[in-house]
C-alpha cells in the first residue's frame, strides 16, 4: 500500500499582502519586535505546548530562532533578518520594524507597489551615499588611541537587553571587559607567514551560573575544564612546575580504545589471538611512550583517552586532559600552534607539537579550571572570557549579547566609524532625506518615471518609517520628540506634559480669554501622549472631569510654561521652544545637550511638518561624553536588507503552497 | 506548525509569582511548619519545610513558575541557603510591583526606582554589618572574650602551606580592573591572583572568633542540626592539630550518612566515612579491628564487563577456535583471577569501589580476606586519594604498587539489622590523617530524614557563609526592619527636596534622581515588603497576629525615630515563646536576641528576588511554539502568527 490519501493540489494565494489574515500576522510580528526593542524593550517568554524550557528574551537571534511562523511571507523575511545576524550579529530588531514599517507605509498610501519599489530603491541610495559621506551628520570616527568610543560601543549593546538585568556598574564592568577581550585578540604585528594579512584570535566564552556579575573576567589564554577526578595529584603538581614553554600534543582522534572505527560488521578473532583490545591498547601505549620520550608535557585531547594511557603518561608527569570538546579545538591550535593528530597508529610527527607558557588551576567562580598561557605574545592571540551572572535565564541573554558586542567591536576594524544611537541617526537620516527629497522632487521623479506627488508620497512613507525605528525606542507612554535643528531624537518620559505650542517660555497658553488657573483640555486627551487637538475653538475652555491627577494638563502648570497645547496652531508651527522641564537634558545619543544650546525647538515624532531645512551637523570639535553608539557596518547593511525585503515582499503577487 | 502569542497586558505572571511565593510563607522563621505535597495521579507523597524542596516536588507548568524555580535552585546550589528569603521577597515585591502598575508608574520608573532602594539598603547593611569578632557569646562571658592574633582570615593548606593570600576562597576579586591605555592592561598581577595552588584545601579557620558560639547565633532555631556542625568543626579542628577547641571549619569535607529506623538523639559525628555492609562482609570487619590495612581505589565498577565512559563496545566478536576448550575457564574466570592476584600481591586489603562491584568476585575476595566496598561517593574517595596516596584506577587489572594506599583503620560502627529486612551493619572506615567527617543523621520517621538532611546542610552551610564573610547582618527581622528605615527617610527626604525646590536651584544630581516622580511610592511599596517579612516572621512565631505585627513593628520604627540602632526587645519579641505546646527550647530562648543572617546570602537572595520580578514584569508577551493554529481557534486572548 502506497498511498492512502490522495495528493492534495497546491493552494495558490492571490496578491497575499491584501489579504486581512496575513496583514494581520504581519502586524502582530510587528508589534511582537517593536516592543522588544531598545533598553526599556519588553521581553518575551518562548516555551513550546509542553512546557519545555522557558525563555526570556528580547533578542532578535534568540526570538526569531524560537518563534515560528506558518505565513510564508513572515518565514521569508525571518530568514533574511537571521542571515543579516549570522553575518553581522547586530540590529537584528532593526532590520525588522524598518521592513514591516516600510510595507505598512506603501500599503496605506495607496502607492503601487511597483511605483513604491522604484522609490524605495531611489531613497536607499541617497541613504548610503549620505552614511557614506566623510561629514555626515550621524557618524563619529572610532578612536583607537583610547577606549572610550569602543567602550561606548560595547555599553550600548550590552544595556540594550533588559533581561541581562545588570545594574549600571555591572554594565560597565562587562563593557569593560568586552572591550579587553576584543583587544586581546588582535594581534600585535604580523600574522607570521602572511605579513600583509592580520588574522584576528579567537575569544572563548565560559559562563557560570549562580555567582556574581562583577566576578566576570577576561583572561589570556584558554580555561579548560577539567573535571574534578582528573585533577590528580600529579597533574596539579605539574601545573606549579616552573616556567615554561611546556611542549603540547592535541589529537582529535578518540583515544578511548574502542574499536568503533572499524566500522560496522562483524569481527571474527581466533581464540589463541590476542584480544583486539588489548592491541588497541598496546597501540595506544607506544604513542604514550613517544610522547614521553619527545618531552611532552601536556597531552590533551577533544575525545576521550584510555585509562591506562592516562595512568601511563601521568607517572611519567605529563599533564592529561581529556574531553575538550570540538569547540575548544581550533582555539587550542591556534593559541598553540599544534597540529590536530587525528590518528594514533603512527608516530606523532614533530611538526604537531605545540607549545603552551604554563599552566595553573584558576578558580572561577565555583568551577576549577585549567588555565593554558598563550607561548608568546605577539601570535594571535585567544582569551577566555568568562560570564558570571545570577540566573540561567540572565546569563543566556549576558552571554547573547557579549558575543554581539564582541561582533560589533570587531566590525570598527573594517570600517574605524560607529554611528549616533538612541534614535538619533534614524532621526537625522529622516530630515536629511526629507528636506533633499522635496527639494530636488521633481528631478528625482522624472529619473524614476513617476509623477511628483507619487513620488513625494513615497517619500513620506520612507521617511517616516525611518522614524518609526526610533520611535519603536519609546515605550511606556513616553513621547518621542525630534528637535529642529539638529534632527536628533529626544524621549519624554511618561507622565510629564508635552505639547506643541509656539508659546515662548513662561506664558502662558494664546487662547487668549481662558482665565489663568484653569484647566484646558481636549476632551480626548490621552494619558501622557502628545496633544494635537484641532477641533478647540479659540478662547473656548474645555474641562474634561476625567482626565487623572498628574496625567494631563492642568492650567496651574500652564503658568510655569509646562502645559501648554491649543487646537489652532497651524502646522509646521507646532513646535515647542525654550527649556521646558519635561525634555531630558540630552538628545538620545547624548551629542546635543539642551543646555549648550539655547533656542532648540521640538515636535512630536512622525507628525506632518511641512519641508524645512537641512538638519545641522552638530560641531563635533568638543563632542560631549557620547551615550550611545550603534555600529555602522552593522546598520548599513541591515538598512540594505529591510528595504530590500520590503521590496521583495510588496513586489510578490502569488505565493503557492504546497500543503502535503 | 506556528507559534501562539499570548499577551500579558494583565501581568499574570506577577500574580503567579505572588500566589507561588504564599506556599511557603509558613517556613519563614525559626518555628517551621512542614507541608505534605501530595501526588494525586501516583499516590506518592512528600514532607518538605523547605522553599526549594517545594519547587522542586510541584509540577510546575506555568512559564513563571519555571523562571523561580531556575533561580531557586541556582540559588540553592551556590549558596545552600536563603532560597525561602529568595521566594519570599520574590512574591511580596512582585505584588509591590503591581501595586505600582496600578497606581500607572511606568515600568522603567518601577525599575529604576526599586533598584535604587535595594542598591541604598545593600549599602546600609553592608556598613550595619556585624564583625564575628563582635559576635559576642553572652552577657555573662563576653568581657573575657577570645580574641587574640588578628582578626583576618587565613587559609590554611595543609598539603602545601602556601601563602594564605593565595587561598581558593580568594575568589572575589578585591580590585577590578581599570582599563588603561595599554592594550594588556595590567592584568598580569591580577591573574595571579586567582591561582589556586593547593587544589583541594577549603578550610577556613579562624582565628580569634569561636566557632560554637558564631553556630548559636546563625542556628534559627535548628538547634540539634547545630550542635552537630559544632562537633564537626571540633572534630576537624581537633584532626588538624588545633587541640579541642573550634578554630576550623571545612564544609568540603563533610558527608552525611542517613540511617532511618535509629531514634534522633543516635545522630552523631564520626570521623571519616560511615557505609553499611552486609552481615557477611561485616564479620570479615571483626578481624579487620585496629589494625591499618591498605587500600585501593576503583573509579567505575568491578567487573570483567565494564568498560570506561566514552568506550563503545562492539557487541558482534565472535571468538573463532579449532580445538575444544577442555579447562572451561571463561574470560571472566580468568579476569576474576588476574584481578585477585593482583590484589594479594599488592598486599591490599580493602577496595573503595565508585560503581558496583561483581557479586562473584566479592566473594572471592572475602575468602581473602579482602574487603569490596562498592557505591562509594565520589567526594569520598577524593579523599581517600588525598590522605592514603592511593591513585584511582578505572581497571583493576591496572593496579601496581604505586596505586596502593596506605594506613586505612576500620571499624563495626553500629549494628543496624532489625530494621531492616537485609541485616546490616554500620562500618566506619578511616584513613589517617584525614579531615573528612561523617554525621551520621537518623530519625525513626522514615519520612523526616530528607528534612533533617536538608536542615542539617542549611546549618553547615550557615555556619561556612559566616565563616567566610567574617561578617554577619542582625538577624530575626533587624535588617528588614532597618531596610524600611531607610527608606522611610529617602521617602521624607525626596519629599522635603519636592517641595524645597523652586524649579531653578535643585543642583544636577540631585535633579536626576527626583527625575524620578515615584521614586517615593515605589520605595514605600518595596519597604512594605520587607514590613510584610518580619510580620510573617512574627506571625509564624506564634507571637502575634499579622495585625498586630504591623502595629508593633510601625511603633518600633517611630521609637527609633531616625537612630539606627535597634532595640534588643523588638527581636526577643520575634521569639517570644507563648505559644501553648512551647515549641522553643530553653536554648533558643537563651539566645533569643543573638540572632544573626549570613550578608552575603541574603543580600544575594534579595538580589535575585528583584531579578525574578524586573524579568516577569518586563514580560509582556508569551509565545508558544510548536502548536497547531485549529487547535487555539477561538481563545479570546490567543492571538496566532
Known amino acids: 500500500m502506497s498511498r492512502v490519501t490522495k495528493k492534495a493540489s497546491s493552494v495558490c494565494t492571490d496578491s497575499p499582502l491584501s489579504m486581512s489574515e496575513v496583514c494581520q500576522k504581519m502586524t502582530l510580528m510587528r508589534q511582537i519586535l517593536t516592543s522588544c526593542f531598545g533598553p526599556n524593550g519588553r521581553l518575551k517568554q518562548v516555551h513550546n505546548n509542553v512546557g519545555g524550557h522557558v525563555l526570556t528574551t528580547s533578542t532578535s537571534t534568540s526570538l526569531l530562532q524560537a518563534v515560528s511562523s506558518s505565513e510564508p511571507l513572515l518565514k521569508l523575511i525571518t530568514a533574511s533578518i537571521l542571515n543579516h545576524l549570522s553575518r553581522f550579529s547586530d540590529c537584528g530588531l532593526y532590520t525588522g520594524i524598518l521592513c514591516f514599517s516600510l510595507i505598512d507605509h506603501v500599503q496605506k498610501s495607496g502607492l503601487r507597489p511597483s511605483v513604491a519599489i522604484k522609490i524605495n530603491k531611489q531613497l536607499l541610495e541617497v541613504c548610503t551615499s549620505f552614511l557614506n559621506q566623510e561629514d555626515c551628520g550621524c557618524k563619529v570616527n572610532v578612536d583607537f588611541n583610547s577606549c572610550q568610543s569602543l567602550v561606548t560601543l560595547a555599553r550600548s549593546v550590552i544595556s540594550s537587553k533588559p533581561a541581562c538585568v545588570l545594574t549600571e556598574g555591572e554594565q560597565q564592568h562587562i563593557s569593560t571587559l568586552a572591550v579587553h577581550a576584543f583587544l586581546l585578540t588582535v594581534p600585535c604585528g604580523d600574522t607570521p607567514g602572511s605579513p600583509d594579512r592580520v588574522r584576528l584570535g579567537k575569544t572563548v566564552t565560559v559562563s557560570i551560573e549562580g555567582q556574581f556579575v562583577l566576578d566576570s573576567a577576561v583572561f589570556p589564554g584558554l580555561l579548560v575544564n577539567v573535571p574534578d577526578m582528573q585533577l590528580h595529584p600529579t597533574d596539579s603538581e605539574r601545573t606549579r612546575r616552573g616556567p615554561g614553554p611546556f611542549r603540547l600534543a592535541l589529537f582529535t582522534v578518540s583515544l578511548s580504545g574502542d574499536l568503533s572505527e572499524f566500522g560496522e560488521g562483524s569481527l571474527e578473532v581466533h581464540s589463541g589471538a590476542p584480544d583486539p583490545e588489548d592491541l588497541i591498547l598496546d597501540e595506544l601505549l607506544k604513542l604514550g611512550e613517544q610522547a614521553v620520550t619527545d618531552q611532552v608535557e601536556v597531552f590533551m585531547c577533544q575525545r576521550v583517552i584510555h585509562p591506562v594511557l592516562q595512568h601511563y603518561l601521568r607517572r611519567h608527569g605529563v599533564l592529561v586532559v581529556e574531553r575538550l570538546g570540538i569547540a575548544l579545538i581550533e582555539p587550542i591550535v591556534q593559541m598553540t600552534g599544534a597540529q590536530a593528530v587525528a590518528l594514533y597508529q603512527t608516530p606523532i610527527p614533530p611538526e604537531a607539537y605545540g607549545q603552551v607558557k604554563g599552566c595553573c588551576v584558576r578558580t572561577v567562580g565555583s568551577r576549577e579550571m585549567l588555565h593554558l598561557l598563550p607561548p608568546r605574545e605577539p601570535a594571535p592571540a585567544v582569551c577566555t ?19 554581539r558586542a564582541e561582533h560589533v567591536l570587531r566590525l570598527t576594524l573594517r570600517d574605524p566609524v560607529a554611528l549616533l544611537g538612541g534614535g538619533c541617526t534614524e532621526t537625522h537620516m529622516a530630515a536629511y532625506i526629507s528636506n533633499k527629497g522635496t527639494t530636488e522632487a521633481a528631478k528625482a ?164 511638518y511641512p519641508s524645512r531645512s537641512a538638519p545641522l551637523v552638530v560641531g563635533k570639535d568638543t563632542p560631549p561624553q557620547l551615550r550611545v553608539l550603534d555600529s555602522f557596518t552593522a546598520k548599513l547593511n541591515a538598512l540594505q536588507v529591510a528595504v530590500e525585503m520590503a521590496n521583495l515582499v510588496l513586489d510578490i503577487r502569488y505565493v503557492i503552497q504546497d500543503v502535503n | 506548525m506556528g507559534s501562539t502569542i499570548i499577551s500579558q497586558r494583565l501581568h499574570v505572571g506577577l500574580q503567579q509569582l505572588t500566589a507561588l511565593a504564599a506556599v511557603t510563607h509558613s517556613f519563614l522563621g525559626p518555628n517551621k511548619n512542614h507541608k505534605f505535597i501530595q501526588d494525586e495521579s501516583t499516590g506518592e507523597s512528600s514532607l518538605v519545610c523547605t522553599c526549594f524542596r517545594v519547587l522542586e516536588h510541584l509540577d510546575l507548568t506555568c512559564s513563571v513558575g519555571q523562571l523561580a524555580n531556575e533561580t531557586i535552585q541556582a540559588h540553592q546550589k551556590v549558596f545552600h541557603s536563603g532560597a525561602g528569603c529568595l521566594l519570599f521577597m520574590a512574591g511580596v515585591w512582585s505584588r509591590a510591583a503591581l501595586e505600582c502598575l496600578h497606581r500607572d508608574i511606568s515600568i522603567p520608573h518601577i525599575v529604576s526606582a526599586m533598584s535604587e532602594g535595594l542598591d541604598i539598603c545593600c549599602k546600609v547593611c553592608r556598613s550595619n554589618s556585624v564583625s564575628i569578632e563582635d559576635v559576642r557569646p553572652n552577657a555573662s562571658d563576653s568581657g573575657t572574650s577570645v580574641l587574640q592574633g588578628s582578626p583576618h582570615t587565613v587559609l590554611r593548606n595543609p598539603v602545601t602551606g602556601m601563602n594564605p593570600s593565595h587561598g581558593a576562597l580568594n575568589n572575589k576579586k578585591q580590585s577590578r580592573i581599570k582599563l588603561t591605555h595599554s592594550r594588556h592592561f595590567c592584568a598580569n598581577d591580577e591573574a595571579d591572583k586567582n591561582t589556586t595552588p593547593g587544589l583541594f584545601s577549603h578550610a577556613v579557620s579562624s582565628k580569634g572568633v569561636d566557632i560554637a558560639h558564631l553556630a548559636e547565633a546563625v542556628s534559627h532555631g535548628c538547634v540539634d542540626a547545630m550542635s552537630l556542625v559544632v562537633e564537626v568543626s571540633k572534630m576537624q579542628s581537633k584532626n588538624n592539630g588545633s587541640g579541642d577547641s573550634c578554630r576550623t571549619f571545612d564544609v568540603n569535607k563533610l558527608v552525611t550518612c542517613t540511617l532511618p529506623g535509629l531514634s534522633e538523639d543516635h545522630s552523631c559525628v564520626l570521623p571519616g566515612c560511615v557505609i553499611l555492609l552486609s552481615a557477611e562482609q561485616a564479620s570479615l570487619v571483626h578481624h579487620m579491628k585496629e589494625q591499618k590495612w591498605q587500600v585501593v581505589l576503583i573509579n567505575g565498577d568491578l567487573s570483567e564487563k565494564y568498560r570506561h565512559l566514552g568506550f563503545n563496545s562492539k557487541n ?300 516577569v514584569l518586563q514580560t509582556d508577551t508569551e509565545i508558544i511554539t510548536g502548536i497547531d493554529p485549529k487547535q487555539v481557534e477561538g481563545q479570546s486572548n490567543v492571538m496566532v502568527l
Not at chain 2, 572451561?328 to 579476569?335: A, F, H, I, P, T
Not at chain 2, 530494621?419 to 522514615?446: E, G, K, P, Q, Y
Open chain 1, 385 to 403: 572570557m568568562v560570564l558570571c551572572h545570577r540566573n540561567d535565564t540572565m546569563l543566556n541573554e549576558l552571554k547573547a549579547v557579549c558575543q
Open chain 1, 445 to 608: 521623479a522624472l529619473s524614476l518615471g513617476v509623477s511628483q506627488s507619487q513620488y513625494l508620497l513615497g517619500l513620506n512613507g520612507f521617511c517616516s518609517s525611518l522614524e518609526a525605528v526610533a520611535l519603536a525606542l519609546v515605550h511606556d507612554g513616553e513621547t518621542g520628540l525630534v528637535d529642529l535643528s539638529y534632527a536628533h531624537h529626544w524621549s519624554v518620559p511618561q507622565g510629564e506634559a508635552i505639547h506643541s505650542g509656539t508659546v515662548p517660555q513662561g506664558e502662558a497658553i494664546h487662547s487668549g480669554t481662558v482665565p489663568q488657573g484653569e484647566a484646558i483640555h481636549s476632551g480626548t486627551v490621552a494619558q501622557g501622549e502628545a496633544i494635537h487637538s484641532g477641533t478647540v475653538a479659540q478662547g473656548e475652555a474645555i474641562h474634561s472631569g476625567t482626565v487623572p491627577q498628574g496625567e494631563a494638563i492642568h492650567s496651574g502648570t500652564v503658568a510655569q510654561g509646562e502645559a501648554i497645547h491649543s487646537g489652532t496652531v497651524p502646522q509646521g508651527e507646532a513646535v515647542q521652544r525654550g527649556d521646558g522641564d519635561e525634555v531630558p537634558a540630552t538628545c538620545g545619543c547624548g551629542l546635543v545637550e539642551r543646555s549648550a544650546r539655547p533656542g532648540l525647538e521640538w515636535t512630536p515624532l512622525n507628525t506632518r
Open chain 2, 316 to 615: 558482534d566478536i565472535s571468538q573463532v577456535t579449532d580445538k575444544l576448550d577442555l579447562k572451561g575457564l571463561s574470560k571472566e574466570d580468568d579476569w576474576e583471577d588476574n584481578v585477585l592476584t593482583t590484589l594479594l600481591k599488592n598486599n591490599v586489603n580493602l577496595v573503595l569501589v565508585n560503581g558496583e562491584a561483581s557479586e562473584r568476585l566479592t566473594q572471592h575476595c572475602m575468602s581473602h580476606r579482602i574487603l569490596v566496598v562498592e557505591r562509594m561517593k565520589p567526594d569520598i574517595l577524593k579523599d581517600f586519594a588525598e590522605t592514603t596516596g592511593a591513585v584511582p584506577v578505572t581497571y583493576a587489572t591496572q593496579l601496581s604498587k604505586h596505586c596502593v594506599g596506605t594506613g586505612v583503620e576500620i571499624s563495626i560502627w553500629r549494628d543496624c539489622s532489625g530494621n531492616r529486612r537485609r541485616a546490616s551493619m554500620a562500618v566506619n572506615i578511616v584513613a589517617d590523617r584525614t579531615a573528612l567527617v561523617t554525621v551520621v543523621l537518623t530519625t525513626s520517621v522514615h519520612s523526616k530524614l530528607q528534612t533533617l538532611e536538608d536542615c542539617f546542610w542549611g546549618c553547615a552551610y550557615r555556619l561556612h557563609h559566616t565563616l567566610k564573610d567574617r561578617k554577619l547582618l542582625p538577624g530575626a527581622g533587624k535588617t528588614e526592619l532597618l531596610c524600611v528605615q531607610i527608606l522611610q527617610k529617602h521617602i521624607k527626604d525626596n519629599g522635603e527636596q519636592t517641595r524645597g525646590k523652586d524649579g531653578t536651584s535643585a543642583p544636577q544630581a540631585k535633579q536626576g534622581r527626583a527625575g524620578n516622580p515615584h521614586r517615593a511610592d515605589v520605595f514605600q511599596l518595596m519597604a512594605d515588603g520587607w514590613m510584610d517579612y518580619i510580620s510573617t516572621l512574627m506571625l509564624n512565631s506564634g507571637t502575634c497576629s499579622k495585625v498586630d505585627a504591623w502595629t508593633t513593628i510601625n511603633q518600633q520604627l517611630i521609637d527609633l525615630n531616625g537612630g539606627l540602632s535597634l532595640d534588643a526587645n523588638f527581636s526577643r519579641l520575634l521569639l517570644r515563646d507563648d505559644t501553648e505546646d512551647g515549641m522553643m527550647s530553653p536554648d533558643m530562648k537563651r539566645s533569643a536576641g543573638k540572632v544573626y543572617d549570613n550578608m552575603t546570602v541574603k543580600l544575594e537572595a534579595w538580589r535575585k528576588a528583584l531579578d525574578l520580578v524586573f524579568l
